[in-house]
C-alpha cells in the first residue's frame, strides 16, 4: 500500500464535499457559470512527438485540419453570436498561434471583453517529453503573445491537448498564473499543491465539453443541451448550500455547425434566465475566490493534514 500512495503525485488534497469550509459568490450566487471556447490552431504537418501522434492516419491527412479549421471561418462566429444574446463573455483558452493565422478572431474577443488564457501555442504540440527549459519557453512566449495581441496578462491555463509534465504546475505558480483547468476533480475551485507561490484549480468540465459528449459518446445536439441542463439544475439546486462553478468548454467546429447552434442558444438563455446565477469569466472567479476563499480553504485542508 505505501508503494502505491507514492504514485500519487499529490496535486491536490482530498476534501470531500460535505466538509469544506462554505463557498459563497457575489450578490449570493448559487452558480458562477463561465463558457469557454477553444478556439485552436490545428497543423496539417505538425512536428512529431514520440508520445504521441496528432493525427490518426498518415500525414498530412487534410479531412480533421480541414473539419476543425471550419471553427475560426465559421463557427466561432456563429457561436459568438450565440453567447452575445445571452450576455455572456467568453473566456477563450486560447491556442496563440490563432493570434498570428486569424487576427480577426482575437479583435472580436478583444472588443467583447473577453478573457483570453492559454491553451498553448498549437494544438498538435504537446508538452510531452518537454524539458523544464522547452516548457519555460513555451509560457514566456504564450504570456508574451496574449499580452501584445490583447493587453492582457495571462490568468489561466489549459494545457495543449490536455498535456502536462511533472513540473507544468509549480511553473504555473512561478509565471503568476492563478488558475489551471487541467485538473477535473471538483465542482469548486480548490487549492493546487505548488512548491512555492499560489495556484488553483477553476472546474472546467469533461462531463459538459462538446468534444467527448458530442464526438466521442455521439449523442445528438438536443441530447447535449438536455444534459448542460440537468448539469445546470443539479448545481443551482446543491448551490442554495454553498457556492458551485459551472463551465461549459465548447469548440466552434462542433458546436458552431448549423445543426448545432440553436440548442446550444437556448441552453444559454435557459441558464442566464435564472436568479442567483454569476455570468462570469474564469479570471473573475478565480480573482474573487483567492480574495474571499482560499485562505480559510487552505487553512482547513492544512488542519485536516495536520499541519
Known sequence: MASEMKRDPGLYDYSPLFDRPKITWPNGARVAFWVAPNIEFYELEPPNNPTRKPWAKPIPDVVPYAHRDYGNRVGFWRMMEAMDAAGIRGSVSLNVAVCEHHPEVIEA????????????????????????????????????????????????????????????????????????????????????????????????SLEMNDIPVLSMAGNTSRRYAEILKANFDQLYEEGAESGRVMCIPLHPFLIGQPHRIGPFAEVLQYITGHDDVWVTTGREIADYYYEHHYDTVAAALKAKRGG
Open 109 to 204: 474577443c478583444v472588443e467583447r471583453g473577453w478573457e483570453l488564457f492559454s491553451h498553448g501555442i498549437y494544438n498538435t504540440r504537446y508538452t510531452y517529453n518537454m524539458t523544464e527549459a522547452q516548457e519555460r519557453a513555451m509560457m514566456e512566449d504564450v504570456i508574451a503573445t496574449i499580452k501584445r495581441a490583447s493587453g492582457q496578462d495571462v490568468a489561466g491555463w489549459l494545457s495543449p491537448s490536455l498535456t502536462n509534465t511533472p513540473q507544468t504546475m509549480d511553473l504555473l505558480a512561478e509565471y503568476g498564473i492563478k488558475y489551471t483547468c487541467d485538473l477535473f476533480h471538483d465542482d469548486q475551485p480548490q487549492p493546487v499543491n505548488v512548491s512555492s507561490g499560489k495556484l488553483i484549480s477553476v472546474p472546467y
